[in-house]
Nanobody, 115 residues
Framework: QVQLVESGGGLVQAGGSLRLSCVLS????????MAWTRQAPGKQRELVAE???????KYVDSVKGRFTISRDNAKNTMYLQMNSLKFEDTAVYYC?????????WGQGTQVTVSS
């Protein structure tokens, strides 16, 4: 059974940094893609960044140049380094694994940026 567990969220002042981690356990099919999504209060969930098992990345425009997604396949862990955080980055951040069979989601970690 595949499980994803996020950590690293918290409260930070605008301009600060946080690093989120997502640890993946279970049998994982390849190829696959892992992603960070987020949902702010009253808004739809949006894709923040994605990284494939081959290392190809993509970002939503609003975080380009500030966030960096990475993964360590040996540790089954994905990261999101978030710098220059803005108030509008406040949201619950979810880890997602996409395989050819289905998608898996973590429970989320809260990121709150104070202005």
């Amino acid at each position: 059974q595949v499980q994803l567990v996020e950590s690293g969220g918290g409260l930070v002042q605008a301009g600060g940094s946080l690093r989120l981690s997502c640890v993946l356990s279970g049998s994982i099919l390849s190829p696959n893609a892992m992603a960070w999504t987020r949902q702010a209060p009253g808004k739809q969930r949006e894709l923040v960044a994605e990284i494939t098992s081959g290392g190809t990345t993509k970002y939503v425009d609003s975080v380009k140049g500030r966030f960096t997604i990475s993964r360590d396949n040996a540790k089954n862990t994905m990261y999101l380094q978030m710098n220059s955080l803005k108030f509008e980055d406040t949201a619950v951040y979810y880890c997602k694994l996409r395989t050819v069979v289905r998608e898996y989601w973590g429970q989320g970690t809260q990121v709150t940026v104070s202005s």
